[in-house]
């Protein structure tokens, strides 16, 4: 249209249809439409111990189910850091590194979800304290290295959303992402693809939401060849423990969750892990 680069998005949290469908189809015209029902799922699982996350395992899931029934921005809004709810950060189960941990992996996994990203000021560098419109953001924080390791946490994450198609592609679309395994509920595990219009470029996500290295872990993948592990959560820089799979893992000719091949990898404690085939020349 006359301004293409300017976007509308609904604030909306009822059941109403085609809030982001055009006015011609008889849609209300918004770009994009806020996932409440995300937001308020995955903060509640999220806040649970992660011995019994495996018990609110759907809350992870659900959203699968509707997901590309509008174009979803996912948001973790101002909402949810005001009016004593504290901050995202506080909202964390565990000590101090449990916390930062589980904030880095709630961020991994909204950014692995298909849709647009909104995070909401402070959120990025974990603040303690609930937003405060009558002052500063805490921005002393970030010469401490748990709140600096999610700033870098972020930014990276930032990057390879940017730089890989699979990661924004596709977001309104579901060709851009399949399940490897969404029932993994007694490891509280969930992995996934997301793809983009080429499909010898997808990228792969893991996701450990327990404390509990997972070793030796069979997950499924769609072409052969070296992946590259191009982010890891539980990396040193991060404020993580440094557990991960040394930069790469070569994918063994296995069938494994309905996939021609499998990885062998090993999950961090409560971290997540993407990969991507290191050459375009990989053969399914």
Known sequence: GEYGDIQTVAEESTAWPMVSKPTYLGGLGFGMKWD?????????????????????????????????????????????VVHGKGSLLGKMPGDTWQKFANLRLLFAYMYAQPGKKLLFMGDEFGQWREW????????????????????????????????????????????GFRWIDANDTEQSVISLIRQGRTPDQPVLGAFNFTP?????????????????????????????????????????????????????????????????????????
Not at 212 to 221: E, F, H, K, S, T
């Open 36 to 80: 409440m029902g995300w937001m308020h799922d995955t903060l509640h699982y999220m806040s649970q111990d992660p011995v019994y996350r495996k018990f609110h395992h759907n809350n992870l899931t659900f959203r699968m189910l509707y997901a590309f029934s509008e174009s979803y921005m996912l948001p973790l809004s101002h909402d949810e």
């Open 132 to 175: 405060n419109h009558d002052a500063s953001l805490d921005w002393s924080l970030l010469e401490l290295p748990f709140h600096d390791g999610v700033s870098r946490w972020v930014a990276d994450l930032n990057r390879v959303y940017r730089e890989q198609k699979a990661m924004h592609e596709l977001d309104f679309d579901p060709a």
């Open 212 to 284: 509990v290295p997972r070793y030796n872990y069979l997950l499924g993948a769609p072409l052969g060849g070296t992946w590259k592990e191009i982010l890891n959560s539980d990396a040193g820089v991060y404020g993580g423990s440094g557990l991960g799979n040394f930069g790469e893992v070569r994918a063994a000719p296995i069938s494994r969750h309905g996939y021609p091949h499998a990885l062998t990898l090993t999950l961090p404690p409560l971290g997540a892990i993407f990969l991507k085939p290191a050459s375009r020349r990989a053969k399914a």
